[in-house]
């Protein structure tokens, strides 16, 4: 019970926030569910219910400031305060045109930004504004392609700068809210195997990469592998611990392929 009488905000419904939601209310935690998805929020929060948890939803487009801005309020309300954040939400730029550099226009890199540091910026503005004296933690999810890229497989420039800009903006924002006793953190996965990441689990030679790349998974992680690491951060076990970025990649940047 290392969240016990935290209040956690979860950003998406599915994938690695999904896991990131049950792990938090198994570990006590009380947990706000913020995703585009009413569906999806709704029976993430009713099956936490369920299990005995403590748990709320609205629904919300994050990039949209007036949405995030009313979506954390009612959090706000729900929680009785909040303690920390899981910041997941974000998306593939492959629908917009995200590539190569050359190839791409410039409607596919703001889309693509736009989906991936909005909702984290204001995520993680709201829980600052709304994180009470005693402090507590951010934690926000970036991506090994930010400083390990494969360009045979994952040549999506822009997705792989919005993962860099979580990266710099962890550290930044880690040195100046210190001293409110405000820690913030990143996770960047590996190749994980959620709904975003179907097109790639389809591919049997991306399998194959992923089997080699990253030899502790032996393939795909799982993101309860991930919820588990922020578990870890959100809690008090990590209460010295900010202004890092985690590799949860089952040895991809360690790993020779």
Same mark, same amino acid.
Do not use: C
């Given at each position: 019970?290392?969240?016990?009488?935290?209040?956690?905000?979860?950003?998406? +419904?599915?994938?690695? %926030?999904? +896991?990131?939601?049950?792990?938090?209310?198994? *570990?006590?935690?009380?947990? #706000?569910?913020?995703?585009?998805?009413?569906? =999806?929020?709704?029976?993430?929060?009713?099956?936490? =219910?369920? *299990?005995?948890?403590?748990?709320?939803?609205?629904? +919300?487009?994050?990039?949209?400031?007036?949405?995030?801005?009313?979506? #954390?309020? %009612? @959090?706000?309300?729900?929680?009785?305060?909040?303690?920390?954040? #899981? +910041?997941?939400?974000?998306?593939?730029?492959?629908?917009?045109?995200?590539?190569?550099?050359?190839?791409? /226009?410039?409607?596919?890199?703001?889309? /693509?930004?736009?989906?991936? $540091?909005?909702?984290?910026?204001? &995520?993680?503005?709201?829980?600052?504004?709304?994180?009470?004296?005693?402090?507590? !933690?951010?934690?926000?999810?970036?991506?090994?392609?930010?400083?390990?890229?494969?360009?045979?497989?994952?040549? /999506?420039?822009?997705?792989?700068?919005?993962?860099?800009?979580?990266?710099?903006?962890?550290?930044?924002?880690?040195?100046?809210? $210190?001293?409110?006793?405000?820690?913030?953190?990143?996770?960047?996965?590996?190749?994980?195997?959620?709904?975003?990441?179907?097109? &790639?689990?389809?591919?049997? =030679?991306?399998?194959?990469? &992923?089997?080699?790349?990253?030899?502790?998974?032996?393939?795909?992680?799982?993101?309860?592998?991930? &919820?588990? %690491?922020?578990?870890?951060?959100?809690?008090?076990?990590? !209460?010295?611990?900010?202004?890092?970025?985690? @590799?949860?990649?089952?040895?991809?940047?360690?790993? =020779?392929?």
């Amino acid at each position: 019970m290392r969240l016990a009488d935290k209040s956690i905000v979860v950003t998406g +419904a599915t994938g690695i %926030a999904a +896991a990131g939601a049950r792990k938090v209310a198994r *570990e006590g935690g009380k947990v #706000f569910v913020i995703s585009l998805n009413e569906d =999806e929020s709704r029976s993430l929060a009713l099956e936490l =219910e369920v *299990e005995g948890g403590a748990a709320g939803y609205e629904t +919300a487009d994050l990039t949209v400031e007036a949405e995030a801005d009313h979506a #954390f309020a %009612a @959090a706000d309300s729900f929680l009785g305060g909040i303690d920390g954040l #899981f +910041a997941v939400a974000g998306a593939s730029g492959r629908r917009y045109g995200d590539g190569p550099t050359h190839e791409m /226009t410039l409607e596919a890199w703001e889309k /693509t930004l736009q989906a991936n $540091a909005n909702p984290m910026f204001l &995520a993680v503005r709201n829980t600052i504004r709304l994180i009470g004296d005693s402090g507590g !933690s951010v934690v926000v999810v970036s991506s090994v392609l930010a400083t390990r890229p494969v360009p045979s497989f994952f040549a /999506t420039h822009a997705y792989a700068a919005s993962k860099g800009a979580a990266n710099a903006y962890v550290k930044s924002l880690a040195a100046h809210y $210190a001293k409110a006793r405000i820690r913030v953190n990143a996770i960047a996965p590996g190749l994980v195997r959620t709904p975003m990441s179907e097109r &790639a689990a389809g591919d049997p =030679e991306t399998v194959a990469y &992923a089997t080699q790349k990253q030899p502790l998974a032996g393939g795909f992680l799982n993101a309860e592998d991930i &919820a588990s %690491a922020a578990v870890f951060l959100l809690s008090d076990e990590s !209460s010295q611990i900010t202004g890092q970025v985690l @590799a949860v990649d089952g040895g991809w940047s360690v790993t =020779e392929t």
